[in-house]
């Protein structure tokens, strides 16, 4: 009857991967940046120039793949939308008033008098902390089921402090390749510093998240799901060891290399987001609605996904120009 | 008692409002850039360079107000209003999706070249993505102006199990009020850049930062507005005609007509009490009301008590509101019209020698002071025209087809309490921040800091000559 089979099936499974893409990317881009405004304190006035010039001319378009997950999300599985959000309040509107605050401190911080500029640094490394304590938190939160119980919010804690250690890994590593001399020097300590909270939150999450639910054990602990999966927690565990050797000699001879950490971070959290992800398939809310349950009308979804098509590689295309226009070691960021 | 009802109703309030002022600008400013960069390209002349220089900035910072208050926005549905998705998102969450994959990534993107590519890419390429984002906050305002006009003038779609599907995609995107909407807030936008660049170029003028580049600013955004003024004020006519076929409730409370009337009063003053159902100390033109409406002297407009329901519940907003609102924009309108009229008048005197027109030279300080006066009078019009259109659908939130009520989230009214707080503090002090930061700049380009423009000296723009700042 259908060309391409029945599309209450497939349709919401589409969405769903353009979704947890679309946040996957928003962790890793955003990540580096919020990770930079956090790691902001430990350089000095003129180091933290040096640091928003590696992200000047790319956060804008880094918070947007946020907004399209969040849209998807609304537009999809709007049902989803509205549990999610309304149980988690509380963390979003502090995450949003922190991507409020470390948004304009990009501008204000160089366009304000001068006396004003500690303030605002203040602002963006307040709002980049606000951000990924919140982002963290309701990733705990979720990991658990959305419910505010003691245990669950103690644990979500905890995936808060992880979360943000984990993004000033990220960001230290985007610093690696972008920054050169002394500050490259500090990125390769720091990031020998942050590695801990990456292996700390990926650990506690997937420790935690197969004795949520039964049903997520199973999926992981049977035979024979648990030889195809192997892989993944052993190549993690490499990649680390890897990361671990490498920044204990960096930086190489010529700043060779410079891009491998960020690039091996990268990989190290695709991994283990893809092991969450499929942990929580179906479900959208974890263990209550399904991505098939929580789906908006299949017109609607076909609609959207006939542009999507069309534009995001478009989007793919673009993004790409800009991180190819400033490549290499980051300038000093100026209109002219 | 503030019940979670009206506190989220002001919460969103609040955002949008907050929200809005920053695309306001950005949507004709990036065009107004645009001209700025092409004037230059062509003619080669540093006065326009100087004009995109200082106001790109104003821009930059702008844009991240916008972005930042409009995540706030994508968030709200979720955390305040599931409601609204789960019975028309069939119809709002393509035309939002459209608008972040259309407009949004394209705007953000190039945003980083426009700003900082100027020395790293080639001409074209620059004025390419200054194009692009003026191109991409256009499309963001058509998506978002449809989904708004849609729920204003709602078709094209069937209610099934008290869900909305949509059936024709064409009818929902150009309904009925749709393309009034659109031009109306465009030329909002282009009004309030005008008087934005006018009253800081007036502001330049007058603390002595007397140069070609606030000269060509000043003429340019004044012309601009003597231009568009009464464009938008046909478009405005046009309009509210459109509303009054399709939401005749709200057209009643603007013009706070009680009864249903024939040669109904333009009223310029009045008290509506929303208890005795009527007005108190009216002022007023008798018949303008209906000739404006139906452009017949003796014209019927419908009055509120038509929209009572018959329990008593009223079907219509709130009047005094939309009443004085709407009063508000059309009384900035007016002084808008006033100044870039006078102020483009003065601009094409000649002078007493004939040796060309006398332009800001000819301008009495007092009227520059007027000019910066009105820096932010497009502000004021444009937030309350959106309240006027926005209070005068309640107590619909789709008209016709579901309530503001339905829509809201079961969160406890002390929780929305605190972030309602929590965001008014934060917007506050940025909007303070914002407005000084805007003169403070001003201030130093006058002092003749980074004034100086940084002129490519090769074509390519790739080797340039840098004089100190």
Redesign the interface.
Known sequence: MYTFGDPTQWLPFVFAGLMGVSILVYVILDGFDLGVGVLFPLANEEEKDAMIATIGPFWDANETWLVLAIGLMLVAFPTAHGEILTALYAPVVIMLIGLILRGVAFEFRVKAPAAYKRLWNNAFFTGSLMTSLSQGFMLGLYVMGLDWTLGHVAFAMLTAVFLTVGYSFIGATWMIHKNSDALQLKAVKWARGGIWGLILGVGAVSLATPFVSARIFDKWFSFPQMLWLAPLPIVSALLIGWLWYMLRRMPFRHDRWNWLPFVAATLLWTMAYGGMAYSFYPYVVPEKITIYEAASAPESLFIILVGTLFVLPAIVGYTLLSYWIFRGKARELRYD | MLDTLLLSRIQFAANISFHILFPTITIALGWVLLYFRIRYNRSGESRWMEAY?FW??IF??S???G??????M??Q???NW??F??IV??????L???E???A???E??????M???????PRWLHTGATFLVAFGTTMSTFWIIVLNSWMHTPQGFEMIDG?A??TD?WAIIFNPSMPYRFFHMLLASFLTVSFLIAGVSAFRWLIGGRTKGVRVALRTSLFMAALLIPVQIFVGDLHGLNTKEYQPAKVAAMEGIWETERGAPLLLFALPDEEARENHYEVGIPGLASFILTHEWDGEVKGLNEFVAEDGTALHPRVAPVFWSFRVMVGTGMLMLLISWAGAVMMLRKRADGTGRRGVDGMPKVFLFGLVGMTFSGWLATLAGWYTTEIGRQPWLVQGVMTTKEAV???PAP?VLS?LI??LA?YAI?LG?YI??IF??ARRASNGQSIE??LPQSEDAQVRALPAE
């Open positions: 220089g790109v900035k930059a910072l844009f991240a107000m972005v930042v208050s409009g995540i706030t994508s968030f549905f979720g955390t599931p409601g998705m789960e998102g069939n119809i709002a969450g393509p939002l999706a459209y972040i994959m259309t949004f990534f394209l953000a993107v190039f945003l980083g070249i700003l900082f590519g100027f020395s790293r890419v869900v599907h949509a995609w989230a079961d969160v929780m972030s929590a965001y934060v940025l921040a000084g930061v403070y700049l423009p940084r």
